[in-house]
């Protein structure tokens, strides 16, 4: 006994704790519990997804093969009607890039933006700090043609400046093209010269050929323009870029067993962006789902599980934005959505909209589950994930918040890798996602209802969301 280690320790002792929570439950929920707990392959589903397929940036190769894994995956869980769904997108592939100081002949390490068009050009580095508005206005006229380095490269102190500085791009992007620049370089935050990749611009082609650049090479630009030495920087950045392509959603579902024209619908996307595996962001949401579907299979609830699997979502959700067009004829009959898509640690919270029929729901939840998690309800939205076209067309949808810690530092990266899961945290994730749908799935009413249109025009004012729509390019139920 002395050599079990510590980790093995808590690993029992939160065993024992999640065994505990589920014997005071329903008879449905503590059984699903069990399951995830003693008998989930999620974790080997996320392995296989992250290391035998890896990246999946949507209407890519990778991407297809990922669309087929799923279907396949659906199959052996015994899902019915699972297939994919077609949806047309921009398509975008980075296929070689080249960037150094022609002074020094040193080479910069960065990645462009997805949807950036294709550069080959030699121009002088101007260091515009931040990118601000008044940035921009003291250069006015001189920047045409120039490559602008943007950013201080100070990492983000919780997810919320994370969110704000990923916010502030396509402004950034607009007034470089106002200002006829040649090139616009953002500086990472991370160091250790991390090649972080993301979208400047949801669902259309970057009219800036825009780039993300180490905080280490970002830095040292930033040094030598203020030392007054002449900075050059030669690009070579070959895109391929196809107007038109096509990609999918997968969809599968476990009919209910006494009210099965009524669902719960289960989200996470299954694309990814960036030179790693996409672990985190969001493969663990996809195993997650896969896994439910074989343990729903085994014990039905009441009502219908649909599972969906988004591609498209890094590009600006539009995948979910076109689950919401094809499916609207049956908006009404979801009874709530809940997205997984902040990684592999436990859940700390579930995120709801302001709506309040929503919060009153979530916090029997959070008092039913207890140590379980999640601790509370968020008031506010996160409109970077698939949740949020749902929320727009009133459907009762809300996110589960996850622990972030090494999540925001790893996505996007070449580090979001298998390695960064910790198995026993991942399946306390997965332990609320599947008591969260299973106890809504086998309510005796319903969880709540759809929201007219001017309801959440109203709630969105009301809550401050609509600046953040407005921001985004997004207007207030576009869909309904």
Not at 337 to 346: F, I, K, L, Y
Request: charged share 25%; glycine share 8%.
């Amino acid at each position: 006994m002395k050599n079990f280690s510590r980790k093995a320790w808590l690993a029992v002792l939160l065993l024992g704790c999640l065994s505990a929570v589920a014997a005071a439950q329903s008879d449905a929920t503590a059984w699903v519990i069990n399951q995830v707990l003693f008998e989930s392959r999620a974790y080997e589903l996320l392995r296989e997804l992250s290391d035998d397929i890896g990246g999946r940036l949507s209407t890519t190769a990778a991407a297809e093969r990922a669309v087929g894994w799923a279907e396949e995956q659906f199959r052996r869980a015994g899902a019915s009607n699972f297939r994919r769904e077609p949806f047309p997108m921009l398509g975008w592939e980075s296929e070689a890039l080249l960037a150094e100081v022609t002074e020094t002949r040193r080479p910069v390490q960065m990645l462009a933006y997805a949807a950036t068009p294709s550069l080959e050009t030699a121009a002088a580095v101007i260091d515009l700090g931040e990118g601000t508005e008044q940035e921009f206005s003291r250069q006015a006229g001189k920047l045409n043609g120039k490559v602008l380095l943007v950013g201080s490269g100070q990492p983000p102190r919780n997810l919320e400046e994370y969110l704000a500085a990923y916010l502030a791009v396509p402004g950034i992007v607009e007034r470089a093209k106002q200002e006829r620049a040649a090139a616009l370089l953002l500086v990472h935050f991370q160091p250790g010269q991390v090649l972080y990749q993301s979208v400047a611009l949801s669902g259309r082609t970057t009219p800036v050929a825009a780039f993300r650049v180490t905080r280490e090479d970002g830095l040292w630009l930033r040094r030598r323009i203020a030392s007054g030495q002449p900075t050059t920087l030669r690009i070579r950045s070959i895109n391929r870029i196809r107007e038109a392509a096509t990609s999918w959603n997968v969809v599968a579902e476990v009919p209910g067993t006494e009210k099965p024209e009524e669902i719960v619908l289960v989200g996470a996307h299954l694309d990814s962006i960036g030179p790693g595996a996409g672990t985190l962001d969001d493969g663990a949401g996809v195993a997650a789902l896969l896994d439910l579907a074989r343990i729903l299979r085994q014990q039905p609830a009441k009502r219908t599980v649909r599972f969906a699997l988004f591609m498209g979502e890094e590009e600006g959700l539009l995948g979910s934005f076109a689950y919401v067009r094809q499916h609207r004829d049956e908006l009404d009959l979801i009874v709530a959505m809940v997205q997984m898509d902040t990684g592999a640690g436990r859940v700390v919270a579930y995120e709801n909209t302001g709506r309040p029929d929503v919060a009153a729901r979530l916090e029997k939840l959070v008092a039913k589950f207890g140590p379980l998690g999640p601790r509370e309800v968020r008031q506010g939205q996160s409109w970077y994930s698939d949740h949020g076209p749902f929320v727009l067309v009133g459907v009762p949808a809300f996110f589960l918040m996850q622990e972030t810690s090494e999540y925001e530092g790893y996505i996007h990266t070449q580090a979001d890798t298998f390695d960064k899961v910790n198995p026993d945290d991942y399946r306390a994730a997965q332990a609320v996602l599947a008591a969260t749908v299973v106890e809504i799935a086998n309510l005796p009413e319903r969880f709540a209802r759809r929201w007219s249109k001017q309801e959440m025009r109203d709630l969105l004012e009301r809550t401050g969301e609509v600046k953040v729509l407005r921001e985004l390019g997004i207007s207030p139920g576009p869909l309904d």
